[in-house]
């Protein structure tokens, strides 16, 4: 279901997860980054996930994980660094988180989890830490 923003049939585990009170982890552009120069597209999953659950949203900034490779993570040598940001709810981000408007034209989904990026771009610039990340909507 990827590509066809359709979050309920693409995401249905995710928020049976989030109703029985678990936490999950999904990144808003559907995947990890690779590396600094990949251009990525911000997906919707997050900010639906969010509208159906009620369940706030954790911005987790990771950075050291773009050149991961076994080798790499066996000789000691990798640093990773996770920074967690403040809880951010739907009802913060968009003016009516009941009525997301999902169309050919607009997609009120992306356009919440493009504000959530921006949060988690913040992080990156905490202990002088620099975002070279490309998105776009």
């Known amino acids: 279901y990827v590509g066809l923003k359709n ?5 249905p585990y ?8 678990n936490n999950i ?3 808003p552009t559907g995947k990890r980054i ?15 996930l969010a509208q159906k659950s009620n369940a ?5 900034f990771i950075q050291g994980l773009e050149n991961l490779t076994l080798k790499n ?3 000691g040598k990798m640093k990773v660094t996770v920074t967690f940001g403040s809880p951010l709810y739907l009802k913060d981000i ?3 988180p009941n009525k997301m408007i999902i169309n050919d034209k607009l997609n009120d989904y992306e356009i919440a989890a493009a504000e959530v990026w921006k949060h988690i771009e913040k992080l990156s610039y905490k202990d002088n830490l620099k975002s070279a990340y490309s998105v776009t909507r």
Do not use: C, R, T, W
Not at 7 to 11: C, D, E, G, M, V
Not at 34 to 48: A, D, L, M, T
Not at 56 to 60: E, F, Q, T
């Open 14 to 21: 995710h928020l049976e997860a989030l109703k029985m009170g």
């Open 25 to 27: 982890g999904i990144f």
């Open 94 to 96: 968009v003016q009516n």
């Open 7 to 11: 979050y309920k049939l693409a995401l």
């Open 34 to 48: 690779k590396n600094k120069e990949e251009i990525v597209k911000i997906k919707g999953g997050v900010s639906f």
């Open 56 to 60: 706030p949203i954790i911005p987790v």
């Open 73 to 75: 993570i066996f000789s």
